[in-house]
């Protein structure tokens, strides 16, 4: 039996747009083995089908491959759907491991990596997903590219995840076609500083470069109680308030934990039941083997 865990990611990290991601200690885990048939355990109605990414990407790499097993899947799955931590890349990247590793591994990492960024369509949040902690990405004549940011350890993850959706592709369609030359300036200088301010620990800069133009703007309205969450915060303590992904969850990165004066002003001044979670920065995708987690790079 092979089994296999994949952590949940938050892509962009304020004006990283498409480009940032860092992967978190919330993991979606699958057992896979080999089977008459395809068979899918523990997974809902409406996602127990041909369409299932974990699925789709399995079956895509073993095309990849030249060999194609049918497998039974059981489900164990903690990341939340369509909330913009990565769910969609959680299943992507551990399909298309499965397929890898039980072609006997012939692809590399990197290999890998182009293969999950293909069927997502862009890199920020598999390319976490599969190397873990925080990485930059691109395209570059094709091939996918991607670099680890490291990050200091003093920086405190808290997720907060609204008991609604957004999808994706709505929040992407509503997204400028185009952009100025000064809100182009804006982000890229801005995104650069902000990976200096994560890797240095210095909380002044991260607050001074945390900002963006391409996304957040357009997306806050998507996203209800987001003024009065972000609000509060950011009264909490120095921090950084960010959206996750495409939202709907929001991120606050900060030196010290959210006060329980704040979870309370949270909980008790929402209508939407936000789930609280303070997360570490995690490695990325693992396999189980000699009664351990081993990291697939
Ligand atoms: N970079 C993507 C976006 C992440 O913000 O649309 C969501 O999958």
Same mark, same amino acid.
């Given at each position: 039996?092979?089994k296999?865990?994949?952590?949940?990611?938050?892509?962009n990290?304020?004006?990283?747009?498409?480009?940032?991601?860092?992967? +978190?200690? +919330?993991?979606?885990?699958?057992?896979?083995?080999?089977?008459d048939?395809?068979? +899918?355990?523990?997974?809902?109605?409406?996602?127990?089908?041909?369409?299932? +990414?974990?699925?789709?990407?399995?079956?895509?790499?073993?095309?990849?491959?030249?060999?194609?097993? $049918?497998?039974?899947?059981?489900?164990?799955?903690? =990341? $939340?759907?369509?909330?913009?931590?990565?769910?969609?890349?959680?299943?992507?990247?551990?399909?298309?491991?499965?397929?890898?590793?039980?072609?006997?591994?012939?692809?590399?990492?990197?290999?890998?990596?182009?293969?999950?960024?293909?069927?997502?369509? !862009?890199?920020?949040?598999?390319?976490?997903?599969?190397?873990?902690?925080?990485?930059?990405?691109?395209?570059?004549?094709?091939?996918?590219?991607?670099?680890?940011?490291?990050?200091?350890?003093?920086?405190?993850? *808290?997720?907060?995840?609204?008991?609604?959706?957004?999808?994706?592709?709505?929040?992407?369609?509503?997204? $400028?076609?185009?952009?100025?030359?000064?809100?182009?300036?804006?982000?890229?200088? @801005?995104?650069?500083?902000?990976?200096?301010?994560?890797?240095?620990?210095?909380?002044?800069?991260?607050?001074?470069?945390?900002k /963006?133009?391409? @996304?957040? $703007?357009?997306r806050?309205?998507?996203? @209800?109680?987001?003024?009065?969450v972000?609000?509060?915060?950011?009264? /909490?303590?120095?921090?950084?308030?960010?959206?996750s992904?495409?939202?709907?969850?929001?991120?606050?990165?900060s030196?010290?934990?959210?006060?329980?004066?704040?979870?309370?002003?949270? !909980?008790?001044?929402?209508? !939407?039941?936000?789930?609280?979670?303070?997360?570490?920065?995690?490695?990325?995708? *693992?396999?189980?083997?000699? !009664?351990?987690?081993?990291?697939? =790079?």
């Amino acid at each position: 039996m092979l089994k296999i865990r994949v952590p949940a990611t938050s892509a962009n990290i304020g004006p990283g747009f498409d480009c940032l991601g860092l992967a +978190l200690t +919330l993991y979606n885990y699958f057992s896979v083995e080999p089977s008459d048939s395809y068979e +899918l355990v523990n997974v809902e109605e409406e996602f127990n089908n041909s369409d299932n +990414l974990f699925l789709e990407a399995y079956r895509y790499t073993s095309g990849l491959l030249g060999s194609e097993t $049918p497998v039974k899947v059981t489900f164990d799955c903690n =990341i $939340p759907i369509s909330r913009g931590l990565g769910s969609s890349s959680a299943l992507i990247t551990a399909g298309a491991i499965a397929a890898n590793k039980l072609c006997g591994d012939k692809m590399s990492s990197g290999e890998l990596f182009q293969v999950i960024s293909d069927i997502e369509g !862009h890199p920020d949040n598999v390319a976490p997903c599969l190397y873990g902690g925080m990485t930059a990405s691109l395209q570059n004549d094709g091939r996918w590219l991607s670099a680890q940011i490291s990050i200091d350890s003093r920086f405190k993850f *808290c997720v907060l995840i609204p008991d609604f959706e957004v999808s994706t592709e709505q929040a992407r369609a509503i997204l $400028p076609s185009e952009y100025s030359r000064e809100d182009s300036v804006f982000n890229s200088s @801005h995104a650069i500083l902000l990976c200096e301010a994560l890797r240095t620990g210095n909380m002044g800069l991260l607050m001074a470069s945390a900002k /963006d133009r391409i @996304h957040e $703007p357009y997306r806050m309205r998507l996203i @209800h109680d987001y003024d009065l969450v972000r609000d509060i915060c950011l009264d /909490d303590s120095d921090s950084v308030f960010l959206i996750s992904g495409s939202g709907s969850t929001c991120m606050m990165i900060s030196m010290s934990e959210l006060s329980e004066k704040s979870r309370s002003r949270i !909980h008790e001044g929402t209508s !939407h039941n936000w789930e609280i979670r303070d997360l570490q920065i995690s490695q990325g995708a *693992c396999y189980w083997e000699d !009664h351990k987690w081993k990291t697939i =790079i």
